[in-house]
């Protein structure tokens, strides 16, 4: 796991809902999953413990008061960003820290909201790397670089190039290595912007 792997908490009374995120997240590279549980108590004690970045919280029995829970030292002072599982609309709030997804999120979109915080990092940061030689990257790895970039997930990239997920994963690695990325979300950037700039003939 990464140094600077994005840390997330996962908080439901489901635990098919707890089974199912770990499934999507623990094999995603730059997601760290460090605690998970149920109930306001755990949820303190993860804070505590696991120092998360994020807490994925699964409110669509509006279990938790939000509203308070953003305003107490427990979520405000570390300035952890909580990703509220919803029967109501997607999307921001008023609080810049409270982001709310529902049952037509897809595993994709989620992931892209956690890894966001890494990709506003580098930005800000100004240390992003020069466009890697483009002779590095194979046929395939370059057709992965497209599906990844489109949403696609490891298992449809599998059953599109008749590869096992293990493979998809393998070159996913190496793309990594090779363009100097941390996580799928950098590489979906990578896609659009490579993309982008064969479409204006650059």
């Known amino acids: 796991m990464p140094r600077n792997a994005i ?8 635990e098919l809902i707890l089974n199912g995120l770990r499934k ?4 995603e590279p730059g997601i760290e ?10 949820l303190r004690e993860s804070v505590l413990s696991g120092k998360p970045d994020y807490i994925f919280l699964d409110n669509r029995e509006k279990t938790y008061d939000t509203a308070k829970l953003m305003r107490s030292r ?12 919803t029967e109501g609309e997607a999307g921001g709030k008023l609080n810049p820290n409270l982001i709310n997804v529902n049952q037509e999120t897809t595993s994709t979109e989620l992931v892209a909201l956690i890894m966001k915080k890494v990709g506003e990092k580098q930005n800000s940061s100004g240390s992003g790397e020069s466009e890697p030689e483009r002779t590095k990257i194979t ?13 696609e997930t490891n298992k449809s990239i599998a059953e599109k190039l008749s590869v096992s997920e293990k493979t998809v994963k393998a070159h996913i690695t190496n793309i990594f290595e090779k363009l100097h990325l ?4 950098q590489l979906m950037l990578y896609g659009k912007r490579l993309k982008k700039n064969v479409e204006m003939g650059l």
């Open 7 to 14: 840390k997330i908490a996962l908080i439901s009374d489901s």
């Open 24 to 27: 999507i997240l623990e094999y």
């Open 33 to 42: 999953i460090v605690a998970e549980g149920k109930g306001i108590r755990y």
């Open 74 to 85: 427990v979520i405000k002072e570390p300035g952890i960003k909580v990703i509220q599982f």
């Open 139 to 151: 046929r395939t790895e370059s057709r992965i670089i497209k599906l990844i970039s489109a949403g």
């Open 182 to 185: 941390q996580n799928r979300y």
